[in-house]
């Protein structure tokens, strides 16, 4: 019964944004009428559940309320019930549509070989889902991070029920009253909020059941992947098949098998993020403004240096208020930037508390490394290269442009970061080039679908001009 509960308590989340999303009629309007709607919701919902739910797991322990069902479940349930009611005067529940969304997934109107190719992407992600939940299940909590920098925090925190600080070694051996202390002190509470409710939902501490949120991660991105390139008029299979990529990279499955890090997570939201404000720039729905903030603010709250992706999202903001000049503005500011951090780096600038030098060898041959030589990436790097060669010109052109600059910058921010070692050392947890690169995979598989589809789409021909009457004189 305990698993029961546990599953109940993360479908409860689930529910929660599935919910909100209800009662926001999101997503709303598209370019081609929300084929990915189901999806959209789904995806999205469970990322905005799980983040609503540790932003209310820290309002409970800021009230002095001990963490539990009553205090949790129960807050998070009439939520939900609310939500649904206010959805349903609103006509955004129909079990009509619902069933019809449940139908193409089974019958998606394909031809034949693509219905039997969409059948096996389906069993492969299923099989590979159910091959990570085994792992999930059996391993115990492996990562080394992942128990000195974010577990050590969920055990305490579930033991008194409640948020207590964690100092630095100084502070917690001079005897701070009510002060732990593990590797890493203050890092963001998130992450480790999520194993609290897994516990929490489950009713005993178990190291290894409480990390089920990262195979929940995986589903939701790849729905929302899906949901998504829908959205923007891809091909059912083709959009199912940029969602498989990402499932299938290497190191998302290591970070689902292996779970107990803060990146996958980071990724997607990050990913969301990006793809809402992407969504904003074509149909201009405030929904998806408040959503692309809203996801972009609680980057931070993952990581440390989710700061820095937030903020590449500016680049992609630019371009869609500047539709004539953006992506020369934003080219000009990522130069400067670039500059601005080359000269910091030659004059050896001391700022936090870190000395900021550029590390040429060292850092930057490293990620030249990991991206293009080791097995880590596979063709990816080289694949994200041949399109860029081959498209340039439609990533600097409507309706790319906002997205491949937030990708650009997103790319930039992963340079500087290796050629500062003590940048990546401000950040903590963020030492190690693979996991920072996983941050922006997802919206890199993304923006390649997206372009692939601007490639090998025909252009629409230009209208025929209209007949015009000339008088002619007898």
Same mark, same amino acid.
């Given at each position: 019964?305990? @698993?029961?509960?546990?599953?109940s ?7 929660l ?5 209800? =009662? ?12 990915g ?16 739910l540790t ?18 479940g ?8 609310g ?7 609103r ?5 009509a ?21 969409w ?7 299923? #099989?590979?889902l =159910?091959?990570?939940?085994? *792992? ?5 909590? @492996? ?23 964690? *100092? ?14 593990? =590797? ?11 194993q ?27 729905? =929302?992947?899906y ?12 959009? #199912?098949?940029?969602?498989? #990529? ?12 292996l ?18 404000? @992407? ?91 990991? *991206?293009l ?23 600097v ?6 997205l ?15 050629? @500062? ?32 589809? *601007? ?9 025929e ?10």
């Amino acid at each position: 019964m305990s @698993y029961v509960a546990l599953a109940s308590g993360w479908a409860l989340v689930w529910l929660l944004g599935v919910a909100l999303l209800l =009662a926001l009629d999101w997503p709303r309007g598209g370019p081609d009428g929300n084929p990915g709607r189901a999806a959209l919701r789904l995806g999205f919902g469970f990322i905005v559940g799980a983040l609503l739910l540790t932003l209310w797991m820290r309002v409970s322990s800021g009230l002095g309320l001990r963490f539990s069902w009553a205090t949790l479940g129960l807050p998070l349930a009439v939520a939900s019930a609310g939500l649904l009611a206010l959805a349903a005067r609103r006509g955004a529940l129909s079990y009509a549509a619902t069933k019809a969304a449940l139908a193409r997934l089974w019958h998606p109107g394909l031809s034949r070989w693509q219905r039997v190719a969409w059948l096996l992407l389906l069993a492969w992600l299923v #099989l590979r889902l =159910a091959l990570l939940g085994a *792992e999930v299940a059996w391993q115990p909590l @492996y990562p080394w991070d992942a128990w000195v920098q974010w577990a050590t925090k969920a055990r305490v925190w579930y033991e008194l029920g409640r948020i207590v600080p964690f *100092e630095q070694a100084d502070a917690w051996l001079a005897g701070s009253a009510g002060a732990y202390f593990d =590797a890493s002190p203050r890092v963001p509470a998130t992450v480790p909020l999520l194993q609290v409710w897994s516990c929490v939902a489950l009713g005993r501490w178990d190291d290894s059941a409480m990390n089920w949120p990262w195979l929940l991660t995986l589903l939701a991105l790849t729905l =929302a992947i899906y949901g998504v390139l829908r959205d923007q008029c891809l091909g059912q299979l083709a959009a #199912l098949t940029s969602a498989y #990529l990402v499932a299938s990279m290497p190191l998302v499955g290591v970070h689902v098998a292996l779970a107990g890090y803060a990146d996958l997570l980071l990724a997607a939201v990050y990913a969301l993020a990006a793809l809402t404000l @992407y969504r904003w720039t074509r149909i201009r729905d405030r929904r998806d403004a408040w959503l692309a903030a809203a996801l972009a603010v609680c980057c931070p709250l993952i990581k440390t240096l989710g700061v820095g992706w937030a903020l590449t999202l500016l680049a992609g903001i630019a371009v869609a208020l500047m539709p004539s000049r953006g992506v020369k503005v934003v080219a000009i500011a990522l130069a400067v930037v670039g500059l601005g951090l080359l000269s910091i780096g030659q004059l050896g600038f001391t700022g936090l508390s870190r000395q900021l030098a550029l590390a040429f060898q060292s850092s930057w041959s490293s990620l030249a490394q990991n *991206e293009l030589l080791f097995a880590n990436w596979h063709l990816f790097w080289y694949a994200a290269i041949a399109l860029v060669v081959f498209g340039g010109r439609r990533l600097v052109r409507a309706p790319l442009a906002p997205l491949a600059m937030i990708a650009a910058a997103g790319v930039g921010l992963l340079i500087v970061v290796f050629a @500062y070692p003590g940048l990546v050392a401000l950040a903590g947890d963020y030492t190690t080039v693979n996991r920072a690169t996983l941050h922006v995979a997802p919206l890199l598989v993304c923006l390649g679908a997206l372009l692939w589809r *601007e490639l090998t789409t025909a252009p629409a021909p230009p209208p025929e001009a209209a007949p015009v009457a000339v008088a002619v004189d007898a």
